[in-house]
């Protein structure tokens, strides 16, 4: 397994107390596989995608039974481990790419510190050339076709979508192994989404490169996907393969969204009511106790103040005490 998250637990300071902001997340990424992570917004995708980067707030408590990247410990590297693997052989791409863009080198000079010497075959007084041209080839990779334009610009002087593309070049620059890409196309006009899906699954077939998609709406969601799993206030619903968990979901969550995808024509805005839920997402100071959905949850019984455990319902895993096929055929 590439990635293998289990029971990963954030506690957070907040001034009514400690809470759990992720709650005993389990998540697995194969090799050469897309995994999509969904939820509404303040679900905790950010939060996952954080604490495999080790970009935590450094007065939160994290915990887990697992956070491991090719075997190796993440939540216990050393510094020159972290120097090997953050932002090398695991790469992130965000949702606005201008602010993470340095807004004071032009992009031929962020791309020429992100293009590692080892990859230049030449002597080291030809590597400057040798990075150039190589930073070229990336953003024609990406598609940008004026490229020799873009080079040269500032990020402040892009548009958002070639400003996502550049970023996706500075990613790829290490051929990372994993990359994780936290909502990279929600800014972007429908046209430019559609591109940079297209890059990214390219780049997945060419490089057999994994990625951890994160999306709040299971309309947006790439049709190379493997597996999907679903986050709700911190705490994962169910995972499982794509055609299933969209045609077939058996977690009441998992259901409301794809309801939501399939039969809204508009996309899914940010705090907008599910079709089939009730409510709105808890703030964190409030979070029910047991499965965090219960309140809004059109099966919740009694016994749902208890956290479900994990369970295996065809091929999807859950964690729920009234999923809907079992529901179905009790009535
Ligand atoms: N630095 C922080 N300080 C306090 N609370 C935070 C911080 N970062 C995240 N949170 C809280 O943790 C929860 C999960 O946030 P997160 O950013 O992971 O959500 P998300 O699913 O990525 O949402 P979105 O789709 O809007 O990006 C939210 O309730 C958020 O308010
Ligand atoms: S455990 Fe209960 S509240 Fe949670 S999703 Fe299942 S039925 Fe709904
Ligand atoms: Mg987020």
Wanted: charged content about 20%.
């Amino acid at each position: 397994m590439l990635l293998d998250i289990r029971n990963l637990t954030i506690f957070a300071d907040t001034p009514q107390g400690e809470v759990r902001v992720l709650d005993r997340v389990s998540l697995q990424v194969a090799e050469g596989e897309i995994h999509t992570l969904v939820g509404e917004s303040g679900s905790g995708k950010s939060l996952v995608a954080r604490a495999i980067m080790g970009f935590v707030n450094s007065n939160w408590r994290i915990q887990a039974d697992r956070l491991w990247f090719r075997g190796t410990d993440l939540l216990n590297l050393t510094a020159k481990q972290r120097r090997e693997i953050i932002g090398v052989d695991i790469a992130m791409i965000f949702q606005d790419p201008i602010a993470y863009l340095d807004p004071n080198a032009t992009v031929i000079e962020q791309l020429r510190e992100a293009i590692p010497a080892a990859d230049l075959d030449v002597p080291f007084f030809q590597r400057r050339a040798a990075r150039d041209k190589y930073a070229a080839q990336l953003l024609v990779r990406m598609g940008i076709r004026d490229h020799q334009d873009v080079l040269a610009s500032y990020p402040f002087e892009l548009s958002d979508g070639v400003a996502q593309k550049v970023m996706i070049a500075t990613a790829l620059a290490h051929r990372p192994y994993l990359l994780i890409a936290d909502e990279p196309t929600t800014t972007m006009e429908p046209v430019m989404r559609a591109q940079i899906y297209k890059l990214l699954a390219q780049l997945h077939a060419r490089y057999q490169m994994s990625i951890l998609m994160i999306t709040q709406d299971l309309a947006t969601i790439m049709p190379e996907t493997s597996r999907i799993t679903t986050i709700y206030c911190g705490q994962v619903m169910e995972s499982g393969p794509l055609q299933s968990m969209l045609t077939t979901p058996q977690h009441p969550y998992t259901d409301a969204l794809s309801y939501t995808s399939l039969f809204q024509s508009e996309r899914l805005k940010p705090r907008q009511k599910l079709a089939t839920l009730a409510g709105l997402e808890p703030t964190l100071q409030h979070m029910p106790i047991g499965c965090r959905l219960g309140p809004r949850c059109p099966n919740a019984q009694r016994k749902c103040v208890q956290r479900p455990e994990l369970e295996q319902v065809g091929k999807h895993q859950l964690y729920c005490h009234y999923p809907i096929s079992v529901k179905e055929n009790a009535s």
